[in-house]
DNA sequence: ATGTCC
């Protein structure tokens, strides 16, 4: 990034001057150097939209996306004309990661790690369009859409101790399936319980480090311990709805003489008829990736307890990051109700709130920053308002540095699923193409992020996790 | 991200 306007307010926090409304920058000056420069260009857009909050943000970990840059946070207040956007969302609504612990530890698994990554392969379904064994009848597809991991849970899949740590307790309220397309619901009716491809995942971990042993207490982990994290999102169902309403917001940004700075960012008011009607669907999504993630959640159980018999695995967290959702905020001593997007952005709730599990009380919300393939993760605590200046928001992942076309003309899949193996990081995926598009080379530096991201203020760090096996579409 | 261009 050209760091010409750009000047830090502290080591981990950058203003651009010349913005009529605030943006800030959250990295170090290394990554704020390293990042693109169509990230400053679409923060910037994001400013000049209607009824913004405070500043527009970018996480650490932020890269160019769709409209607004993933990694991307910005809070609009609908009394004040705010605007709901697709962009601001993504086309993955409700793309998450459904942390799970394990009661095994590496010794128990180091030996199996290849029949492992073979079940998990066998029984999780992978990759572009791939489907499940789970086929449903488009009124079925409707009460997944208003159900969510809720309507997974009656059909046999998971246990109701896992809704205690889903985000929403695993059912989004206000969903509107009535607003979903015919053609949204036809392409999911194949889809529930499958991974997905690109940067979507399945990965067996270990503890590696622990940072807060106070926090690693309450969210049940060790050194040594087992983990496992999910990574997937609504599939054809949330992409098709992100489609069809970036036609129709843009639609709506038209005849409402919106002025929108890049067509990407196709918005409405939230308080108008299509902004609503979006704002239903994009809930219907998120019931959608919710249900999603219970029915893998027991997709790997059944794959890990067919090698590993009395292997003991509960939900540590589900949360996702890529959503629009109405929170209260206290802003300038003033509480308002806002709509918060958060593009590759997970949710930070600080301790204390009353979402948050019993649990995760006095620590504050787990937060899991997923590495790329083969370099490892981090789970992180939410922080107190006071410290996270960002409506509880913190980094979701490395955050690509390098496109995949880029990744392609670098890598090939087969030499890095070799050299990854050798280092007893065990890979399955459908395409050689897509471990290509996912070389960890093509990612930020996972540490600087987490560091970057705790030393901002936005989450502290709890545990650092190795990679063992993965799974990718 | 995505039945990777109906």
Same mark, same amino acid.
């Given at each position: 990034m050209d760091m010409t306007d750009i000047k830090p307010l502290d080591p981990y926090r950058w203003t651009i001057t010349s913005t009529p409304k605030p943006v800030i920058l959250y990295g170090n000056k290394a990554l704020i150097e390293e990042m *693109?420069?169509?990230?400053? @260009?679409?923060?910037?857009?994001?400013?000049?939209?209607?009824?913004?909050? %405070? &500043?527009? #943000?970018? =996480?650490?970990? &932020?890269?160019? %996306? $769709?409209?607004?840059?993933?990694?991307?946070v910005? &809070?609009?207040d609908p009394d004040e004309g705010g605007i709901i956007s697709a962009g601001g969302v993504g086309f993955d609504i409700s793309c998450g990661v459904r942390c799970l612990r394990t009661n095994v530890f590496i010794n128990d698994v180091s030996g199996h790690l290849l029949q492992i990554v073979?079940?998990?392969?066998?029984?999780?379904?992978?990759?572009?369009? +791939? @489907?499940?064994?789970?086929?449903? +009848? =488009?009124?079925?597809?409707?009460?997944?859409m208003t159900g969510g991991a809720e309507?997974?849970?009656?059909? %046999? $899949?998971?246990?109701?101790?896992?809704?205690? $740590?889903?985000?929403?307790? %695993?059912? #989004?309220?206000d969903a509107e399936p009535d607003n979903v397309s015919?053609?949204?619901?036809?392409?999911?009716?194949? @889809? =529930?319980?499958?991974?997905? +491809?690109?940067?979507?995942?399945?990965?067996?971990?270990?503890?590696e480090?622990?940072? *807060?042993?106070?926090?690693?207490? &309450?969210?049940?982990? +060790? @050194?040594?311990?087992?983990i496992i994290a999910i990574h997937c999102g609504s599939r054809g169902l949330g992409h098709q709805i992100g489609s069809d309403y970036l036609v129709a917001l843009a639609k709506a940004a038209g005849r409402l003489g919106i002025h929108l700075p890049d067509r990407e960012l196709a918005c409405a008011p939230i308080l108008s008829e299509e902004g609503q009607r979006y704002i239903g669907a994009m809930r219907a999504g998120i019931n959608c990736a919710l249900a999603n993630r219970q029915i893998i959640t027991h997709l790997t159980r059944e794959a890990m307890s067919s090698i590993i018999p009395d292997i003991h695995i509960e939900t540590l967290y589900d949360v996702s990051h890529n959503t629009?959702?109405?929170?209260?905020?206290?802003? *300038?001593?003033?509480?308002?109700?806002?709509?918060?997007h958060r593009k590759g952005a997970t949710r930070a709730l600080p301790p204390g709130h009353m979402l948050l599990p019993e649990r995760y009380k006095q620590t504050g919300q787990p937060v899991f920053i997923g590495g790329s393939m083969g370099t490892g993760s981090y789970l992180l605590a939410g922080n107190p308002v006071e410290q996270n200046q960002a409506f509880s928001s913190a980094s979701h992942g490395a955050g690509r540095k390098m496109s995949r076309h880029q990744a392609l003309k670098q890598w090939h899949g087969r030499q890095l699923i070799d050299e990854l193996e050798r280092q007893k990081i065990y890979i399955r995926s459908k395409t050689m193409r897509g471990v290509a598009e996912e070389a960890p080379g093509a990612y930020k530096d996972v540490d600087e992020v987490a560091e970057a991201t705790e030393k901002g203020g936005l989450a502290r760090r709890v545990a650092f996790l190795r990679p063992l096996a993965c799974i990718k579409g």
């Amino acid at each position: 990034m050209d760091m010409t306007d750009i000047k830090p307010l502290d080591p981990y926090r950058w203003t651009i001057t010349s913005t009529p409304k605030p943006v800030i920058l959250y990295g170090n000056k290394a990554l704020i150097e390293e990042m *693109d420069e169509k990230v400053r @260009e679409q923060i910037v857009n994001v400013t000049k939209l209607p009824g913004l909050v %405070g &500043a527009a #943000m970018t =996480m650490p970990d &932020a890269h160019w %996306g $769709y409209g607004f840059p993933i990694g991307g946070v910005a &809070a609009f207040d609908p009394d004040e004309g705010g605007i709901i956007s697709a962009g601001g969302v993504g086309f993955d609504i409700s793309c998450g990661v459904r942390c799970l612990r394990t009661n095994v530890f590496i010794n128990d698994v180091s030996g199996h790690l290849l029949q492992i990554v073979d079940a998990l392969f066998n029984t999780v379904p992978a990759g572009v369009g +791939s @489907e499940g064994e789970i086929r449903l +009848s =488009m009124t079925e597809i409707n009460k997944v859409m208003t159900g969510g991991a809720e309507w997974a849970l009656r059909k %046999g $899949y998971g246990v109701r101790e896992d809704l205690n $740590y889903v985000e929403e307790k %695993g059912c #989004m309220a206000d969903a509107e399936p009535d607003n979903v397309s015919d053609q949204a619901k036809k392409r999911q009716l194949g @889809e =529930m319980g499958t991974l997905g +491809s690109g940067n979507h995942y399945l990965e067996v971990e270990v503890v590696e480090k622990i940072y *807060d042993a106070e926090a690693a207490r &309450a969210f049940g982990i +060790s @050194e040594g311990q087992i983990i496992i994290a999910i990574h997937c999102g609504s599939r054809g169902l949330g992409h098709q709805i992100g489609s069809d309403y970036l036609v129709a917001l843009a639609k709506a940004a038209g005849r409402l003489g919106i002025h929108l700075p890049d067509r990407e960012l196709a918005c409405a008011p939230i308080l108008s008829e299509e902004g609503q009607r979006y704002i239903g669907a994009m809930r219907a999504g998120i019931n959608c990736a919710l249900a999603n993630r219970q029915i893998i959640t027991h997709l790997t159980r059944e794959a890990m307890s067919s090698i590993i018999p009395d292997i003991h695995i509960e939900t540590l967290y589900d949360v996702s990051h890529n959503t629009c959702k109405q929170e209260k905020h206290r802003v *300038d001593n003033k509480e308002r109700e806002l709509f918060v997007h958060r593009k590759g952005a997970t949710r930070a709730l600080p301790p204390g709130h009353m979402l948050l599990p019993e649990r995760y009380k006095q620590t504050g919300q787990p937060v899991f920053i997923g590495g790329s393939m083969g370099t490892g993760s981090y789970l992180l605590a939410g922080n107190p308002v006071e410290q996270n200046q960002a409506f509880s928001s913190a980094s979701h992942g490395a955050g690509r540095k390098m496109s995949r076309h880029q990744a392609l003309k670098q890598w090939h899949g087969r030499q890095l699923i070799d050299e990854l193996e050798r280092q007893k990081i065990y890979i399955r995926s459908k395409t050689m193409r897509g471990v290509a598009e996912e070389a960890p080379g093509a990612y930020k530096d996972v540490d600087e992020v987490a560091e970057a991201t705790e030393k901002g203020g936005l989450a502290r760090r709890v545990a650092f996790l190795r990679p063992l096996a993965c799974i990718k579409g």
